[in-house]
């Protein structure tokens, strides 16, 4: 009998042998030296690791496949342009061993459903198309025509063309995002949920709202010469490591950082930089001066207790606020003055969580500097009011007028490496009508102007059978969506299931009634084509636009690239009503990127630009103070604190990554910034929290979760006592994902609230 979706879908219950050690208080160094030569020489060959180093990140290179950290402009380090996660996602990327029709004649389904998430990823690269039939056991081999004919066929059966859902990871160029969008579209809806619904869609809502702009205003020169960046609700060692550098040397310059976040973080507590040796041997650079141990979701309450002691220093003293600024460019000032006025500051700093003489300390620093940028991740945007998270920052950057000047602005980190890029092109399941229009005009048919499916309603119609066919463009979708479960029933009511990926990972084992996987080229392989070995492009958190151009030989002779993918797949979907001619835009990108210049504003001369060593900028209105919004201003608005209460037995829980791990990949069971080793079923604890509920150190517990009446449970897993405040606790993801109710989402942005998930704990 075969093995439930649902179980499926869970990430197995046994464990490793934990280990626990103290947490560092540095990081990188030699530690990370060694550990990226022990991944590069246990899954890389010698001569590809250093292809690899020699041109990742580098001009004329290739992009690396992990976070959208932007590289410098100028000269860039030989040494510095990677970091040790990057390796470990190469290292995953390149790796030495293949599989194909004999491995999954060897695996069933089931049977690769049992693997852990870090074993499925290391079975090897994809290296052929595979299908696994109607009641099979096993994927089997199937050609490309075949494997595009088979999707076509599906498609063309739908009732409506929004009975398919297109789902896009951010590792996707711009050139195959832009066909697979056009596809879409041409097929005829706006179906398009992306990993943005998941990460930043509060950031890209609030700013938009505020700014006129859903990205962020900075550069790296800037972070260089802010005088404060704040850095909240990210741990940037683990998932943006590169970012470090640029904390060093805004430290080296001058400048003050303030670190705020549940958990103290060795990234931004020292930072041994591995490209210079005097640091290496003498230990590192001091990067926060100020941490601040929030509770979970304690961001609008902090920053609105700083906003109450300035406004009250500005209407005593004057010269706080940036008035010239606020009076040119803002609007809403009087009616957020008012709202602010209604707030106590006592009741706000004690639902921070934060001890009066920190706030003192983050007071003193905001007060006495205007070049402030801050940065934030998915620490901010995962939470039901995320998108006031975001509008409460903008609210302070507006009264310091530090917005669209040298060294300050907004930040918002991206993940993947180019999931902003993917949105630029039309990645967007709300996309806004003068795009339609260009796409219209363009290529002659009429787009869908009816909001698509986001991840969240896409999981509920699949569920509710209102949608049937899926397909992934990359990421690991069952392992990245809240409520696992429900997600997992939701794929297998589907006819079919199709993902486009590089290596084997649990989606391709939660399937639709058929499934399929079709491999593709890395970022790192070269892709081959009529016209020579192409180049693309991606656009990372920065607003910049750059050139990647794969190094190694392809790992096998049946893989196809995405751009290959999307045009053969709408070839054999839309042929005989279609008025594009797919097939072309395969054979030379520089066709693609004709047409996106074209159509997509910022892009004019795209082909030209793209051969720029350094890429080139896309327009940022909020950069130069040009704020396209509602009112033509930048507008300040009104947050209220969140409003959720804790009974006493429970605890309110964030989801997050360990160091061996990048989004859903796995890389290894250490997290040794955590002094965690060989486990990732744990669950961190304050220690006072532990002994109220007589709890050991390690002792085995089960997690539940209840949200509208529905209770939800993980099972098995250990309790390590940590430094984190009271009634918070953190767990790892994926395996905590079954614990966050799909209907559990941000305001306007519908980003699941993954790092607010309200928990009980309960020993076995």
Known sequence: MSTSAEDKAKTPESFSNLKTKTPPKNSVGFTSIKVVLGHVSKYMKLGDALKIS????????????GCAWPDPDDERSALGEYCENGMKAMAEEAQNKTIGAEFFAKNSVDELANLSDFEIGKSGRLSEPMYLPERASHYQPISWDDAFKKVGTHLNALNSPDEAVFYTSGRTTNEAAFLYQLFVREFGTSNLPDCSNMCHEASGSALTETLGIGKGSVTLDDLYKAEVVMVIGQNPATNHPRMLTALEKCKNNGGRIIAINPLPEAGLIKFTNPQNPLKLLTGGTKLADVFVPITINGDVAFIKALLIKLLEKEEKEGGVFDTDFINEFTHGYDAFVSDLKTYN?????E???????????VYDLILNNNKIIICWAMGLTQHQNAVDNIRELVNLLLLKGSIGKEGAGTCPVRGHSNVQGDRTVGIWE?????FLDKIENKYGFKPSTKHGYSVIDAIKAMYGKKAKVFFGMGGNFISAVPDTLYAAQALANCN??????????RSHLVTGKEALILPCLGRS?????????????????????????GVLEPCSEKLISEVAVVCGIAHATLQGRTKINWLQYKDNYDLVRNDIAEVVDGFTDFNTKLKQPSGFYLPNGARVREFKTKTGKANFSLNKLPDWKLKDEELIMMTIRSHDQFNTTIYGLNDRYRGIYNERRIIFMNRDDM???GLKEQQVVNLKSEFNGVVREAHNFKVVGYDIPKNCCATYFPETNVLVPLDSFAHTAKTPASKSVIVTVEAI
């Open 54 to 65: 020699k041109n990742l990140n580098q001009k004329g290179g290739f992009d690396c496949p």
């Open 345 to 349: 500051f006592e009741i706000c700093l």
């Open 351 to 361: 639902a921070s969580g934060v001890s009066k003489a920190i706030f003192d300390d």
């Open 430 to 434: 709300s996309a806004p009508q003068i």
């Open 496 to 505: 079919l299931t199709v993902h486009v990926s590089t290596k084997l990972n």
């Open 525 to 549: 392989e070269k892709d081959y084509q009529k016209s020579g070995v192409q180049l693309q492009s991606v656009e990372n958190s920065m607003g910049i636009v750059s050139s990647t151009k």
């Open 691 to 693: 002994a109220i509920r």
